[in-house]
């Protein structure tokens, strides 16, 4: 069984810097990857960042240049290091991770940590 547990959070100044961590148990990086999503209050959920199974790396506009995931193999954690961040990165943060199935992966079917807040202030 997947689970994920998501740290990292916290309370940060416009400008600032946080590293999310998410401890993955049950799943293996390198079957499907992982992805980074966010939820601001009265909006929809959406993706923020993605590391593939090959490594390819993928970012939302507005995070690029700023954020960066990364993974490592040996400690099953996957990483979320944000800079410069502003007040519209306020949100709770959620890995999640696609099923695998035996030669493929199911992006629609994506296990979710519990999430970590994070809040910018100006």
């Known amino acids: 069984q997947v689970q994920l547990v998501e740290s990292g959070g916290g309370s940060v100044q416009a400008g600032g810097s946080l590293q999310l961590s998410c401890a993955a148990s049950?799943?293996?990086?390198?079957?499907?990857?992982m992805d980074w999503y966010r939820q601001a209050p009265g909006a929809e959920r959406e993706l923020v960042a993605s590391?593939?199974?090959?490594?390819?790396?993928r970012y939302r506009d507005s995070v690029k240049g700023r954020f960066t995931i990364s993974q490592d193999n040996a400690k099953n954690i996957v990483y979320l290091q944000m800079d410069s961040l502003k007040i519209d990165d306020t949100g709770m943060y959620y890995c999640?991770?696609?099923?695998?199935?035996?030669?493929?992966?199911?992006?629609?079917?994506?296990?979710w940590g519990q999430g970590t807040q994070v809040n910018v202030s100006s």
């Open positions: 999640a991770a696609p099923r695998a199935t035996a030669g493929s992966c199911l992006y629609t079917e994506l296990t």
């Open positions: 049950g799943y293996n990086f390198n079957d499907c990857g």
């Open positions: 590391i593939g199974y090959y490594g390819t790396l």
